[in-house]
T-cell receptor
Framework: SAVISQKPSRDICQRGTSLTIQCQVD?????MFWYRQQPGQSLTLIAT?????????ESGFVIDKFPISRPNLTFSTLTVSNMSPEDSSIYLC??????????????FGEGSRLTVL | AQSVAQPEDQVNVAEGNPLTVKCTYS??????LFWYVQYPNRGLQFLLK??????LVKGSYGFEAEFNKSQTSFHLKKPSALVSDSALYFC?????????????FGTGTQLKVEL
């Protein structure tokens, strides 16, 4: 399994500001995934971050709102831009095992709980 | 498109009794199926998965799940529940074709185990 560290673990933000969430993995991984979990709801995939190429966004999510960086095989950032109260969620980073692994399950970080006032 | 249904928002069970958390899925082709658990203010922890082989899969903390292809179900079970099992449980599916590496999650079932 992979150990995934996310920062910040929680934050309270003002409307209109932006916040960058960092995700560090203890091993090299091919793909990193960013999920959103809105209050009382399930997980929704925002985008898949591949090293060396642009992130692939799911329907309903756009790069201007959720820019993602993936500078190397162990690190990624997700920025939530121009935040509104509707962006209040837990944002989760996940990976699917080491480079070349295709075992199927994802490993998750502890999540970053954002509250937008 | 792949999807997962968890028909129960909450399941209540007495400690020591068996528990079942239900999950049905829809996917093209053969599925990869997963169960995750989320404790309050924590990320998701992987419990178990079904890829192929035995329909009964055993996982962490004494949990098991049974894959039933004809009913497209993957119910999570435990013979004897503990209060510490109280948490939010998510079922997830990944198709072997078309879905790529994407996991689709159910809406979650809150398990409450009482003394």
């Amino acid at each position: 399994s992979a150990v995934i560290s996310q920062k910040p673990s929680r934050d309270i933000c003002q409307r209109g500001t932006s916040l960058t969430i960092q995700c560090q993995v203890d091993s090299q991984v091919t793909m990193m995934f960013w999920y959103r979990q809105q209050p009382g709801q399930s997980l929704t995939l925002i985008a898949t971050a591949n090293q060396g190429s642009e992130a692939t966004y799911e329907s309903g999510f756009v790069i201007d709102k959720f820019p993602i960086s993936r500078p190397n095989l162990t690190f990624s950032t997700l920025t939530v831009s121009n935040m509104s109260p509707e962006d209040s969620s837990i944002y989760l980073c996940s990976v699917n095992g080491g480079a070349g692994s295709n075992t199927g399950e994802l490993f998750f970080g502890e999540g970053s709980r954002l509250t937008v006032l | 498109a792949q999807s997962v249904a968890q028909p129960e928002d909450q399941v209540n069970v007495a400690e020591g009794n068996p528990l079942t958390v239900k999950c049905t899925y829809s996917v093209s082709g053969n599925p990869y199926l997963f169960w995750y658990v989320q404790y309050p203010n924590r990320g998701l922890q992987f419990l178990l998965k079904y890829i192929t082989g035995d329909n009964l899969v055993k996982g962490s903390y004494g949990f098991e799940a049974e894959f039933n292809k004809s009913q497209t179900s993957f119910h999570l079970k435990k013979p004897s529940a503990l209060v510490s099992d109280s948490a939010l449980y998510f079922c997830a599916v990944r198709g072997l074709t078309g879905g790529g590496n994407k996991l689709t999650f159910g809406t979650g079932t809150q398990l409450k185990v009482e003394l």
